[in-house]
């Protein structure tokens, strides 16, 4: 076995086969916890040096804060140690005086009648202080000092009843019991309700005596660091348990689940499945109410740490209707089941919720092409548009008489060709910044004739111009939508001989031999 370990670790375990045994998986170690699950804190008070006297000068609640057994041994030596004392005092009265010798001697008056010995004296007290009084044992008038302890035995009586009796008193009355008869289940479960993730725990009420004005809250127990490096160790974090609702204030006659929603204010918003396996937290669970019974209040207290937190349970229900009244089964009441739950936390439900759907972004592509047929429907309404300036302001004698009846009659050809041409990638001029630099400087120029020419270059798709002379035009437009008016033959544009271009000016035949 030791040649097993050293060549395997000392994690090397070995597994008995036999069937009547199981095997068992290791235990995760158990974590130390701040508050138990019965509600007793686990801090202890160390070192504090000189503070111990701050404790005397609160003696009562150091009494009645002390545990039973303590409680009843100081009730029992300080009346014990009371008695013996004040029987002492009597006695030496009884010896200073001389009554001891001469107890019995009629004729002699002592300060206490029938008291001749210590055991005596010690029961004159006991007769007095319990005011049994028996009548054979009393205070005779010839002894002032007899009277004076007397008036000071009953002071000093009645101050320790009143401390020893109100301390047991206190201690009997603590609510601490009461306490016990409220409830919480074992674990605590997180699953959705009302389509959000929760974390719920539950509490209940065994007595039918109501708790009156209970609330509830709950604390998170974790230890962080700051950004400044500064660790904390648990540091408590308050968890919303509807205090802005009025949740907290609870009508506790039944079972209730409480319910803290987690949510971007949550110290749980990002908490998964899988991280909770490697938290460390706890949740301490406070219920505050004032006990019906005897108006005194009440606090039970309990704790979750992160192994008694179940992801994707429920509780079940103990709530049934019987004949006349509801019965609540405590049987089920700390039982669980699972639901279906998401596995990733809030925090990644969000941020999937938020990425933008691949149907409903638009592409780059289509949003240029989108643009590009609005631009292109715009330079069309911008070619009717300058028609119609045209035909109101006198186009008629701004371009030639041919160009115009050309114009007028190859109107709808034209437009067929824009729209056609329009489908492709174009670059539209509707306005002289847009033309090139050429027919910007003879559109500055003042001759009227560069003005009429310059209406055949005012359109322009793509790098492939539509209209940049009367030759193309007159190419380029069917002849069966010419105008059927004869064309003079004094005409500059047919005095050439069979090509327009020859009758444009010299800086149109340049450009268009350019392109």
Known sequence: MAALRR???????????????????????????????NGRCNV?????????????????TTLVDLKWRWNLLIFILT?????????????????????????????????????YNFPS??????????????????????????????????????????????????????????AETLMFSQDAVISQRDGRLCLMFRVGNLRNSHMVS???????????????????????????????TGADQLFLVSPLTICHEINPKSPFFDLSQRSLMNEQFEI?????????????????????????????HRFLPVMSLEEGFFRVDYSQFHSTFEVPTPPYSVKEQEEKNSLPSPQSTPTPALTESHGARRDRVFSVDCINTSEERGRQGGAGGRLPSKLQRMSSSGKEDLQRKVLLLSSQHAEKACSTGDLPMKLQRLSSSPSPGAQNRLQLKSLKVGFEPMTQSTGDLYQRSPPTTLS??????HSPLLSAGGRLEDNLPPKLRKMNADR
């Not at 670790?9 to 138990?36: H, I, L």
């Not at 202890?44 to 009562?60: I, P, W």
């Not at 005011?131 to 302890?149: A, D, F, N, Q």
């Not at 059927?484 to 033959?489: D, L, Q, S």
Request: hydrophobic share 40%.
């Open 7 to 37: 060549k395997f670790g000392e994690d090397y375990q070995v597994v008995n086969t036999n069937r009547a045994t199981t095997f068992s998986a290791p235990v995760k170690k158990k974590r130390q916890r701040f508050v138990e699950k």
């Open 44 to 60: 202890q008070h160390g070192n504090l040096g000189g503070e111990t006297s701050r404790y005397l000068s609160d003696l009562f």
């Open 79 to 115: 009346y014990t140690i009371a008695w013996l004392v004040m029987a002492s005092m009597w006695w030496i009265i009884a010896y200073i005086r001389g009554d001891l010798n001469h107890g019995h001697d009629p004729s002699y008056t002592p300060c206490v009648a029938n008291v």
């Open 121 to 178: 004296a010690f029961l004159f007290f006991i007769e007095t202080e319990a005011t049994i009084g028996y009548g054979y044992r009393y205070i005779t008038e010839k002894c002032p000092e007899g009277i004076i302890l007397f008036l000071f035995q009953s002071l000093m009586g009645s101050i320790v009843d009143a401390f020893l009796i109100g301390c047991m008193f206190i201690k009997m009355s603590q609510p601490k019991k009461r």
């Open 214 to 244: 209970a609330q509830i809250r709950c604390k998170l127990i974790k230890s962080r660091q700051t950004p400044e490096g500064e660790f904390l160790p648990l540091d408590q974090c308050e968890l919303d348990v509807g205090f802005g």
């Open 284 to 312: 301490v669970v406070i219920l505050e109410g004032i006990v019906e019974t005897t108006g005194m209040t009440c606090q039970a207290r309990t704790s979750y740490t992160e192994d008694e937190v179940l992801w994707g």
């Open 484 to 489: 059927p008016t004869p064309v003079p033959m």
